[in-house]
């Protein structure tokens, strides 16, 4: 029985794992691209602001294919708060779901960095601010508000308006689904995909966008 947390950690290592054998129909298809990333830093004509942005991104992955399950739990009526299930008189003991199949990029931060970063006394006094109102909404989040997750939420969205001008992409249908912990295991990741009912998948245009040197076009407008 994985908890969500334990589901995070999960996917955030199989992203990060190299398997040289991998078939296009997979139900998780990757290109780790870190290398490459890290020799573009290295390349002549590259300014001094381009090289710290490689430097901020420790893996750059180009997720060709994925399956992502959708599970329908149910639904709130207007003005309401208790969760109707999906079959209204709540007898049935299974909830209906359906496959999607897509492509992504994945991304994490530089841990040593994103530490420094995280003790900054400007980013402290900001969080302090945001998390008062962030109670008084009334929102819900699977991560708690840390300096740590406002960064990668703040910078998901920042990229998705970026691909969406730039793949052809609504960002409507762009997902973000962000890795973010201090402990146990650190994680600053970033996962932007697409999915779609077709077995076939999406078409590639967002998978293209990562590699390296489209990747650093794109963080660094």
């Known amino acids: 029985?994985?908890?969500?947390?334990?589901?995070?950690?999960?996917?955030?290592?199989?992203?990060?794992?190299v398997l040289p054998d991998q078939r296009d129909d997979e139900d998780l298809v990757t290109r780790d691209k870190s290398d490459g990333w890290r020799e573009l830093g290295?390349?002549?004509?590259l300014d001094n602001y381009a090289r710290k942005i490689v430097h901020d991104v420790r893996h750059l992955v180009r997720v060709d294919r994925l399956k992502a399950v959708k599970v329908f739990k149910g639904f709130t009526r207007l003005g309401g708060?208790?969760?109707?299930?999906?079959?209204?008189?709540?007898?049935?003991?299974?909830?209906?779901?359906?496959?999607?199949?897509?492509?992504?990029?994945?991304?994490?931060?530089?841990?040593?960095?994103?530490?420094?970063?995280?003790?900054?006394?400007?980013?402290?006094?900001?969080?302090?601010?945001?998390?008062p109102r962030f109670a008084q909404s009334g929102r819900d989040s699977p991560n708690p508000l840390t300096a740590r997750f406002m960064l990668?939420?703040?910078?998901?969205?920042l990229l998705m308006r970026q691909i969406e001008s730039e793949s052809g992409y609504p960002a409507a249908s762009l997902i973000e689904r962000i890795y973010c912990a201090n402990a146990p295991e650190p994680m600053a990741g970033i996962l932007i995909h697409v999915a779609v009912p077709d077995i076939a998948g999406s078409l590639g245009g967002l998978a293209e966008l990562g590699e390296p040197r489209h990747f650093l076009g794109i963080l660094i407008r």
Not at 42 to 45: F, P, V
Not at 152 to 157: E, I, K, N, V
Request: aromatic letters at 8%; zero cysteines; a negative charge.
């Open 42 to 45: 290295q390349a002549d004509g």
């Open 152 to 157: 990668l939420h703040t910078l998901s969205h």
């Open 1 to 17: 029985n994985l908890t969500p947390g334990q589901l995070r950690e999960s996917e955030f290592k199989a992203f990060l794992e």
């Open 81 to 131: 708060e208790e969760i109707v299930p999906p079959d209204i008189a709540g007898q049935s003991d299974w909830l209906p779901a359906i496959e999607l199949y897509g492509e992504g990029i994945f991304i994490t931060l530089d841990e040593e960095r994103l530490k420094v970063w995280e003790h900054t006394p400007a980013v402290g006094s900001r969080l302090d601010r945001l998390i």
